[in-house]
């Protein structure tokens, strides 16, 4: 063998390394994605199924709030028959989001739902899981970043063309009421009527 021939045989090799290298990075991103989604399908499941319970403890106090019940019954139902792709999900995810916003507004209006310990404990479990799918949606946005970016950047875009790896949508809020920060009003006025 030619000195030639042996620098082009060890050149060639350094360079599949370094595709192999490439590639399997590549998959080990594409499989946090997947993880990260995964966590917060297991999260939305375990909303869905606290709903129907709180519906019904809300249902014993207020038997004439009947649209609001089935709005959120359709927005359930919406949300656990959507498999679509994040962004998709993420609509549905909103929209259920809103009707228990307007089951919780009508549980406000009576005192005794209030106190009752079944509910009480129905809520708090049901902010648990919001916080759980706010904590695996930053992880799977996350993950989704630093797999587009790596799916994006020179050299590495090429080999992802090559294999056709797809940039992957974030999961994201789309309802603009959700992103507006929390007005607080420590007016005089407010101090005045408490007094």
């Known amino acids: 063998m030619t000195p030639a021939l042996i620098v082009l045989i060890v050149v060639g090799a350094v360079f599949l390394i370094y595709i192999i290298g490439i590639y399997n990075g590549l998959i080990q991103k594409r499989v946090r994605c997947e993880e990260g989604w995964s966590d917060i399908d297991v999260q939305l499941k375990r909303r869905y199924n606290l709903i129907p319970n709180l519906v019904e403890s809300v ?48 549980a406000e209006n009576y005192p005794k739902l209030q106190a009752n310990q079944n509910f009480l404990d129905l809520q708090t479990q049901l902010a648990d899981t919001e916080d759980k799918i706010q904590a695996s949606r930053r992880f799977y946005n996350g993950t989704v970043r630093d797999f587009n970016t790596a799916t994006q950047v020179f050299p590495k875009n090429i080999i992802a063309g090559m294999f056709n790896f797809q940039k992957r949508e974030f999961f994201e809020i789309e309802d603009e009421e959700q992103r507006k920060n929390v007005k607080v009003d420590f007016s005089e006025k407010e101090h005045e009527g408490k007094k």
């Open 59 to 106: 249902k014993g106090y207020a038997k004439h709030e009947k649209d609001t019940f089935e709005n959120v019954t359709k927005a359930r139902t919406a949300a656990m028959s959507n498999n679509g792709t994040p962004g998709e999900q993420a609509q549905t995810e909103n929209m259920l989001a809103g009707a228990l916003k307007s089951l919780f507004a009508v």
